[in-house]
């Protein structure tokens, strides 16, 4: 079993920032892949970024350039920079890890006022 546990979110104004964090602990194998997700009221959960645990990175393209995704392996940690936020990023942003399975946060909300 993995538990993940996300941090960071809040209110800001459009063209602020955010670092949102994520703890991972219990059975976490050093080789696995671990990404943030978002889900927008009335829609669908949707793929901000992932991560392998070789540092191989994949991003939405609304998010392209402006947010970054990291990880601190000895940490069992995992990050998303948000940089230049936009209304249209307003939603609760969740945590995900996968080895074998699933594993999703209790997610962190992000409102970006206009």
């Known amino acids: 079993q993995v538990q993940l546990v996300e941090s960071g979110g809040g209110l800001v104004q459009a063209g602020g920032s955010l670092r949102l964090s994520c703890a991972a602990s219990?059975?976490?194998?050093?080789?696995?892949?671990m990404g943030w997700y978002r889900q927008a009221p009335g829609k669908q959960r949707e793929l901000v970024a992932t991560?392998?645990?070789?540092?191989?990175?994949n991003y939405a393209d609304s998010v392209k350039g402006r947010f970054t995704i990291a990880r601190d392996n000895a940490k069992n940690a995992l990050y998303l920079q948000m940089n230049s936020l936009k209304p249209e990023d307003t939603a609760v942003y969740y945590c995900?890890?996968?080895?074998?399975?699933?594993?999703w946060g209790q997610g962190t909300q992000v409102i970006v006022s206009s």
């Open positions: 219990g059975t976490v194998f050093s080789i696995n892949l």
């Open positions: 995900y890890y996968w080895r074998t399975k699933d594993y």
């Open positions: 991560i392998t645990s070789g540092g191989s990175t």
